[in-house]
């Protein structure tokens, strides 16, 4: 704590002298609790590391449920200048695009907790969950192909979901400059077969109650009301995406004497935006955007007809997707005057205020929703983004709540079934595919959310909206 600069109540500066070569500052969003926790393992070192890399401006940043990951802080924002800067697989993560989406039923709470267990039944037999497991669709490497270069618009085209659907994802569901030649085929022959899959880890499908709203009028522009039964589903680029990141890790490790490029840590394996390793990596990074797109498109796609099979009402519009690890050319106010940069989320969600045109049209005067999910068994949030967002952190947000104990810790502290037991008396209902994959998730292995939550918003840089409760839990 000694060496933070505390700016106020959620704000802690890493001052340029925490250690030699930082040519920017470290910037750290949390209260006195939260700081605490972020102070147990390598996150305030790897926010001071990310900040000697080459070509980056504003600060090092890192979120409310910033811990230790690969390189970056899972948490961890930094923008590069698009002519001068580099691009890190570290600062984008293994799984690519991992993210959340939000999907808002016609039904309320009542009118579906009698038939949760034969929901989820039905939604557990029709997506795919855990480590490996193979999807519903076989797809040739020319229709993976297509996959990678049209994501969710791929899977609307073939009758997954609705033209209504891509003007409420991220980038519309596609992300550009995607380059399918770029992704080795040992990462596509891990994903060619995983399309529509949910995964295992911390990824879930959650059937939620909305159990507060917080801003009414944004509620009513997102279609979120009390009492209302939504689902939100966390997944991302499975196989492929893992694969594409140790790739080019190696790739960019053996390129950086070639650009003259020495960092303070391997993990932090980097090369310049336009070089042609850059250019490769992100043409493959933005494939596996697109795969995960179409993941989360086709579990939705499943989602509404468990709904419509077991409910008799399979309308869910979709509120929103959001990216959480991802590196995207945006342009942002830099030093008072308009620049181009290369803004890395790692475990971060963007949050871009109202009148953005990347903003969907209907959603103009609100603001882009962002989605907080908690950990299975507590709550997750829905908030909106600010015009602060964009002046502190190139329009970014926290994830989730971030984990405060290892998976290997939390699989020894619980049994899966004391697990399921405490969750049902909670009125939470759990399908999982694993025994180990439950215990691991089990929800004080995370941080508060509702804390976590708390700081974005009094921080000023998201807005609460609503919070949500699962009644019922599917996880890989």
Request: hydrophobic share 40%; proline share 4%.
């Amino acid at each position: 704590m000694s060496v933070l600069q505390k700016l106020d109540d959620y704000r802690y500066v890493v001052p340029k002298s925490f250690r030699p070569g930082m040519k920017i500052e470290g910037l750290i969003y949390a209260n006195d609790e939260l700081i605490k926790q972020i102070e147990k393992d390598q996150t305030l070192e790897q926010v001071a590391n990310v900040a000697t890399l080459p070509g980056l401006v504003g600060r090092s940043l890192a979120m409310p449920d910033a811990h230790q990951g690969y390189g970056f802080a899972i948490g961890g924002v930094a923008a590069a200048d698009l002519e001068k800067g580099i691009i890190s697989a570290g600062g984008v993560g293994f799984d690519i695009n991992c993210g959340v989406r939000l999907l808002a039923s016609e039904l309320s709470l009542e009118e579906v907790e009698p038939d949760i267990d034969q929901l989820l039944n039905q939604m557990f037999r029709d997506i795919p969950c855990g480590t490996g497991k193979a999807g519903i669709v076989g797809l040739t490497f020319d229709q993976l192909d297509d996959v990678l270069e049209n994501g969710a618009e791929w899977a609307v085209r073939n009758g997954y979901g609705t033209e209504e659907d891509l003007h409420h994802i991220e980038e519309t569901g596609t992300m550009p400059k995607a380059d399918p030649a770029m992704v080795s085929e040992r990462a596509k022959k891990r994903g060619r077969d995983q399309l529509g899959t949910l995964g295992s880890g911390n990824h879930f499908a959650e059937v939620q109650y909305v159990s507060e709203v917080f801003d009414e009028t944004a509620a009513r522009a997102f279609g979120v009301r009390q009492n209302q039964i939504v689902v939100m589903i966390h997944s991302g680029s499975r196989g492929l995406g893992h694969q594409v990141c140790t790739d080019y890790l190696e790739v960019m490790q053996t390129a950086m004497p070639k650009y003259g490029i020495s960092i303070v840590d391997r993990q932090l394996a980097c090369v310049p935006i336009k070089s042609m390793e850059g250019k490769s990596y992100l043409g493959a990074m933005a494939s596996a955007a697109n795969f995960a797109f179409a993941n989360r498109q086709m579990m939705s796609h499943w989602t509404r007809q468990a709904f419509a099979s077991v409910l008799g009402n399979g309308t869910l519009k979709l509120v929103y997707d959001v990216c959480h690890n991802i590196a995207k050319e945006e342009v942002h106010t830099v030093n008072g005057s308009m620049k181009k940069v290369l803004v890395h989320r790692k475990g971060a969600t963007r949050a871009y205020p109202k009148h953005r045109p990347e903003v969907p049209p209907d959603y103009g005067e609100i603001g882009q929703p962002v989605l907080i999910p908690g950990s299975m068994g507590t709550c997750s949030y829905v908030l909106v983004g600010t015009a602060k967002a964009m002046e502190e952190t190139f329009g970014s947000s926290c994830h989730g709540a971030g984990r405060a104990m290892s998976r290997h810790a939390a699989k020894k502290s619980t049994t899966a079934e004391q697990l399921i037991q405490q969750l049902k008396e909670k009125g939470i209902h759990v399908r999982g595919a694993s025994k180990s994959g439950l215990t691991e998730e089990k929800p004080d292995a995370y941080k508060d959310v509702s804390l976590v939550v708390e700081v974005v918003h009094q921080a000023g840089i998201a807005k609460k909206v609503a919070k949500m409760i699962p009644i019922g839990v599917i996880k890989g």
